[in-house]
Nanobody, 114 residues
Framework: VQLQASGGGLVQAGGSLRLSCAAS????????MGWYRQAPGKQRELVAV???????NYADSVKGRFTISRDNAKNTVYLQMNNLKPEDTAVYYC?????????WGQGTLVTVSS
């Protein structure tokens, strides 16, 4: 199983980035796909999830700014991040979940400057 995340980088506050996570080795459409993040000195937290049934859920801190989407034909999940804030600075991790199975990507760093 591989989850390859990309799209991180340095952006000014108010800017946008789009993260991508390409999955292989799993039946992608069966999995809930999520994005988590971990800021320095903090615990990893859920940012957004897109279930296999088509529903989405977001952390309160990103509602209205971030959008998660998935393309089952491409085995890829995306996170569109708009109006970025310095507090969004973190390593962002892609996650695939099916019942008790969890797989993690390697993380991609997002840095938002003020």
């Amino acid at each position: 199983v591989q989850l390859q995340a990309s799209g991180g980088g340095l952006v000014q506050a108010g800017g946008s980035l789009r993260l991508s996570c390409a999955a292989s080795g799993i039946s992608f459409s069966l999995y809930a796909m999520g994005w988590y993040r971990q800021a320095p000195g903090k615990q990893r937290e859920l940012v957004a999830v897109f279930t296999s049934g088509g529903s989405t859920n977001y952390a309160d801190s990103v509602k209205g700014r971030f959008t998660i989407s998935r393309d089952n034909a491409k085995n890829t999940v995306y996170l569109q991040m708009n109006n970025l804030k310095p507090e969004d600075t973190a390593v962002y991790y892609c996650n695939a979940q099916f019942h008790s199975l969890h797989y993690w990507g390697q993380g991609t760093l997002v840095t938002v400057s003020s």
